[in-house]
């Protein structure tokens, strides 16, 4: 097994910045494809986006492209999301994920981990 816990969220003016860090400890962290993803009140939970077990390779989902950039550091067990030119509508609760395959990393149930998520509320 592997735990996540995330952080690094909080309230951000439009056009700001924030960065969160989710930190795996158990199993050997760089064996996990991982994924961030988001929920808003009343919506299904969104695909953010995902990076590979070497960090080599990174894919994004359609509403975060060019703003948001996924990174990893495998000695720190840490995967990082980025967040520039926040909007409100990126406004929601934010999970990272951790799965053993590159495999249907949009889907939400290709993960078999999960932190507990860490709020990002963006003010216009």
């Known amino acids: 097994q592997v735990q996540l816990v995330e952080s690094g969220g909080g309230l951000v003016q439009a056009g700001g910045s924030l960065r969160l860090s989710c930190a795996a400890s158990g199993r050997t962290f760089s064996r996990y494809v991982m994924g961030w993803f988001r929920q808003a009140p009343g919506k299904e939970r969104e695909f953010v986006a995902a990076?590979?077990?070497?960090?080599?390779?990174?894919y994004n989902g359609d509403s975060v492209k060019g703003r948001f950039t996924i990174f990893r550091d495998n000695y720190k067990n840490t995967v990082y999301l980025q967040m520039n030119s926040l909007k409100p509508e990126d406004t929601a609760v934010y999970y990272c994920?951790?799965?053993?395959?590159?495999?249907?990393?949009?889907?939400?149930?290709?993960?078999?981990?999960w932190g507990q998520g860490t709020q990002v509320t963006v003010s216009s």
């Open positions: 994920a951790a799965d053993d395959q590159w495999a249907d990393i949009s889907r939400p149930g290709e993960y078999d981990y």
């Open positions: 990076i590979n077990k070497n960090g080599g390779t990174t």
